[in-house]
């Protein structure tokens, strides 16, 4: 059975880039009796002091977690990761990884100068993976499946892993939603791009169209499932199936 997880970072509304993995690992969870997911990165020190505090980022959550369940994207598991975060704080303090811990940034250090975002090599990287490989320990994920533009930390993931001792899990890397008309990232970008779910919605559009459009946009079989092996190796948004949710 695989326990997959979804874990946006509440900074902004989910877009459809993100359903799409999101169905993905709903789908792979469920076909092998497993569990799916929903982990919100909500403790991100940077984004906590820009949005306001910890009640903003709830209220994002809470958001997103609304979008998904529209599209019929249900977790069986929701978890915080700032609930999550004193328990990953003490197993690092008890243990011999502390050099992992001191690239936390203290709670009123500067913004500009914390490396998130954009992520750079090594310092609160390392602690933010570190994070992440516990976190997905404690919640029994053993299947990942991510997007393509994150295998820069596939080396440190792993190491991590190994250096705490843990079993090694399949991971998967999944290339991301596009435009036929830009290679601008940021057209699908969940702080600074288009295609919301909560704007389709409010536009009045049913979640049937939505999920249709993206059958026809991420899969090679429009009317098989959500499987690894039914994924586009370029899935693209068309100006025609872009023009439907408009």
């Not at 799409?20 to 076909?31: G, I, P």
């Not at 843990?166 to 699908?188: K, N």
Request: aromatic fraction near 8%; glycine fraction near 8%; hydrophobic fraction near 40%.
């Amino acid at each position: 059975m695989s326990t997959t997880r979804f874990n946006p970072t509440t900074n902004g509304g989910l877009h459809i880039g993100h359903a799409y993995t999101a169905l993905v690992n709903q789908h792979e969870a469920h076909a092998s009796g497993g569990k799916f997911i929903l982990r919100f990165d909500d403790n991100t020190r940077y984004w906590v002091r820009k949005l306001g505090g910890q009640a903003a980022m709830a209220k994002i959550a809470r958001g997103q977690q609304k979008d998904l369940e529209w599209l019929g994207i249900v977790p069986d598991v929701v978890a915080y990761q700032s609930e999550m975060e004193p328990a990953i704080l003490r197993y690092l303090a008890d243990s011999k990884w502390q050099p992992v811990i001191d690239h936390q940034p203290v709670p009123d250090h500067d913004p500009r100068v914390i490396s998130d975002p954009p992520i750079a090599a090594g310092g609160m990287w390392a602690f933010l993976v570190a994070e992440k490989v516990i976190s997905d320990e404690m919640l029994g994920t053993n299947l990942l499946i991510r997007g393509l533009e994150i295998l820069a930390e596939d080396g440190l993931y792993r190491y991590f892993r190994a250096l705490f001792g843990y079993m090694s899990i399949e991971t998967v890397y999944i290339p991301r939603l596009m435009t036929a008309w830009t290679e601008d990232l940021a057209d699908v970008s969940k702080t600074a791009g288009n295609w919301k779910i909560r704007d389709v919605r409010e536009r009045g559009h049913s979640p049937e169209v939505v999920r249709s459009v993206l059958r026809e946009s991420c899969l090679v079989d429009v009317h098989g499932p959500w499987s690894l092996d039914n994924l586009r190796t370029r899935p693209v948004l068309t100006r025609e199936n872009g023009e439907r949710l408009e």
